[in-house]
């Protein structure tokens, strides 16, 4: 069975610290997923990367970064955290395009 | 905008009631469909999905989707909920063109009374 891994369940940082979250998958998929989700907003494409070194920005890119330097590893990261990315933040991997996601447990941050 | 609209936000039922939740997307193109489900405290694991073939597809759980190409929709049905089936249900649609995105519903919280 796919197993998406989050680093953190729960996460409070400060107002204007650079915060990594990190994901791990171990199914040897090519494509990784960044989303927030909020309530009565559902879940919003913040990156995603369908190859090593490679990412796309989704629909809401700004105030994030990506990094992908292993195949396994897809690197979300907050370059100056504001209250306002205060969220659920949910990371998930897949096989070819169009096929099922797989997701972590997420993890709550908070922005202080 | 193009987007993935499921019509109720939140829905409580009472155990052995039948379920039939929303959802109607605006692409135009070929599209594979998806229904997702998280429970309290859980992550988001797939229920079933639709890619071609037989509108009607069937997933875990004794749930089953069905896909009316002409009205753009793919409603999420059961004939019988239970107090487990609590959870909140995401529709989510993935273009064959225009960027290859998959984009999700804003979610339904359903709450099953026992």
């Known amino acids: 069975d796919v197993k998406v891994t989050q680093s953190s369940r729960y996460l409070v940082k400060r107002t204007g610290e650079k915060v990594f979250l990190e994901c791990v998958q171990d199914m040897d998929h090519e494509n990784m997923f960044w989303y927030r989700q909020d309530p009565g907003l559902g879940l919003r494409l913040i990156y995603f990367s369908y190859d090593v070194k490679m990412k796309e920005k989704g629909d809401i890119p700004e105030g994030y970064s990506v990094s992908r330097e292993k195949k396994e590893r897809f690197s979300l990261i907050l370059e100056s955290a504001s209250t306002n990315q205060t969220s659920m933040y949910l990371c998930?991997?897949?096989?070819?395009?169009?096929?099922?996601?797989?997701f972590g447990d997420g993890t709550r941050l908070s922005i202080l | 905008a193009q987007s993935v609209s499921q019509h109720n936000h939140h829905v409580i039922l009472s155990e052995a009631a039948s379920l039939e939740l929303g959802c109607n997307y605006s692409?135009?193109?070929?599209?594979?469909l998806f229904w997702y489900v998280q429970y309290p405290g859980q992550h988001l694991q797939l229920l079933l999905k639709?890619?071609?073939?037989?509108?009607l597809v069937k997933g875990i759980k004794g749930f089953e989707a069905e896909f009316i190409k002409s009205k753009f929709s793919f409603n999420l049905r059961k004939p019988s909920v239970q107090w487990s089936d609590t959870a909140e249900y995401f529709c989510a649609v993935f273009r064959h063109t225009g960027g290859f995105k998959t984009i999700f519903g804003a979610g339904t919280r359903l709450f099953v009374k026992a």
């Open positions: 692409y135009g193109g070929t599209v594979n």
């Open positions: 639709y890619f071609s073939g037989d509108p």
């Open positions: 998930a991997s897949s096989g070819p395009q169009g096929q099922p996601q797989h």
